[in-house]
């Protein structure tokens, strides 16, 4: 019992990140229509920017007093990384619209492999530590039923909390409002005053934001390295298929739920603990074909 | 007098006969026998994304999964060349009927992320199976003698076989296209409601359409697998399904030839930039970018444009 129990805290902890993730593909799918490929691989930039921030700036710059912290990044990444989304939104994807969305997964694709070779290149692709985990992060709490790492603690707090405050954004507020009517109907949307096209940027930004956030997160729990992103990637498509393309409520449980039962399964049979996610999709589509929190089509 | 449109496939057709006949006298068998391979991935791959409109991310699976099967029948249990690369693509088909069967009830991006969550437990397996060794691959695959008596030790004997199975494969797949069964699955392609309210058992055709283009992908694969003597989980990998999406729409999606001019570019540009190391990576996203954004339509996609001719 403990044994499941310490395994279901640590898949709770993947389940932040199949969450996020998954989050993130939500908003920008059930939004735009995009399927973000580039999705892990902006994560894992995420998190090299973090070590970057860290280690490398500084030394780079002649400053060797430079070290900017776990914190200052855990605000200042996101935002890069959601102005590089914004960028490839604005540059790259606005032209393919017009055509089948399958070209801007392909696109996406495109961009994974360059920003996975560029990182390959610079810091090969064995992981590197994260060394600026905070001060008040380190060391471990007990549960009762086992010793949790204060800092995974925070991580899954953390995050819960962004859920929250993204899924309330969207489905209570009034820029979620208009972000929902803009995807319906630009013109609409258009004749009363919103600059749509910006709205669409500022949007995969917000997306693509989400992927920073969780790689800064990562961070200090993963080695980080070139290729983190590259399989996180395939799980997360399945957890938004089962959780229904575009749903943020379905993503959100879908990945922590799918975290803890991705843990728990390591404690019955450790090698099918990778394919269970897996296999779940597969029951799933066969049971209802537009996932969990899909609507039927 | 042929006109151009029936004079420029047929220059395309003699343009590739004769550099599959000739080719091992002014370069690398090898190379040019993994080329053929990709050739035949991509044009197999074509047949569904091209000709029917369905785009797998998937199709490492069926190209990396019968690499290992028809490795693993000859290696230990002694099957001929022949028929291992047949039991290759034999069991490939069978893991095409699975996958298509789940994967055609959705359609579009949705189609696309189930095909890849497949392959993925298709790699998981080949990653943990006892027999495939794991992160080693499966090495030391015997070419043995083709029909009891040609030697495939020899390179050019080798060659010519490669060069047989791709032309078969290629024939069949153009057979295919030019069928009214390829009919059909282009109606399909440009009209989907419209085949349906003809009559046509549209999950059918699609599901066979799957079923074939697993299968010769699977074909390519074995005969890889029995060129390089070597079976690895980079086959198998989601990295390998996105270089043959690259290699169809960099030649051009739907186009005949398009597919093998697309895997030659391909498998020349990471030969002749071997030495740069992982900025190999960057060059093929970069293309895959430039292609996206610039020439959908694929090189010989434009070319048939330009000739204005409809089929090439």
Known sequence: MRLILAQGMLGLNNGVFYAMLSLGLAVIFGLLNVVN????????????????????????????????????????????????????????????????????????????????GVFINFFNASGTPYPAMPEMLKGVVDLGFMKFPKYRLFVIVFSVAVCGVVWFIIERTRIGAQLRAGTENPELVKAFGINVPLMVMLTFGFGTGLAGLAGVLAAPIYSVSPLMGANLIIVIFAVVVIGGMGSIMGAVVTGFALGLVEGVTKVFYAPAANTMIFLLMVIVLLVRPSGLFGRQS | MLSRARLAPLALWALMLGFVLIAPAFLYPVFVMQLLCFALFACAFNLLIGFTGLLSFGHAAFFGGAAYIAGHVIKMWGFPPLLGIITGALFAA?????????????????????????????????????FTGGEDGLQGIPRGYLLGFIDLNQPLAM?????????????????????????????????????????????????????????????????????????????????????????????????????????????????????????VQVVIGGTFIACVLLFRRGIVGELARLLRISSL
Request: charged fraction near 10%; proline fraction near 3%.
């Open chain 2, 94 to 130: 069978a893991l095409g009927w699975v996958v298509g069967s789940l994967a055609i009830r959705r359609q579009g991006i949705y189609f696309a992320m189930i095909t890849l969550a497949l392959a993925q437990i298709v790699f998981f397996f080949v990653l943990q199976m006892p």
């Open chain 1, 37 to 116: 490929f580039a999705h892990g691989a902006l994560y894992m930039t995420g998190a090299f920017l973090a070590l970057i921030l860290y280690s490398y700036l500084g030394p780079w710059l002649g400053l060797e007093w430079l070290q900017i912290g776990f914190w200052p990044s855990l605000i200042l990444v996101p935002l890069l990384i959601a102005g590089f989304g914004m960028l490839i939104e604005r540059f790259m994807l606005r032209w393919l619209y017009k055509f089948d969305p399958i070209y801007s997964l392909l696109l996406t694709f495109g961009v994974t492999l360059v920003l996975q």
């Open chain 2, 159 to 279: 060659y010519y076989f490669v060069a047989a199975v791709f032309l078969v494969g290629f024939l069949l797949i153009y057979r295919i296209i030019h069928s009214p069964f390829g009919q059909v699955l282009q109606a399909i392609r440009e009209n989907e409601p419209r085949a349906l309210s003809l009559g046509y058992n549209v999950d059918r055709f699609k599901l066979l359409a799957f079923v074939l283009s697993a299968g010769l992908s699977g074909l390519a694969g074995s005969t890889k697998a029995l060129v390089f003597q070597f079976a690895s989980l980079t086959d198998a990998h989601w990295q390998m399904s996105g270089e043959v999406i690259l290699m169809t729409l960099l030649g051009g999606m739907g186009t005949i030839f398009g597919p093998v001019v697309g895997a030659f570019i391909v498998v020349a540009l990471q030969h002749v930039l071997s030495g740069i190391g992982s900025w």
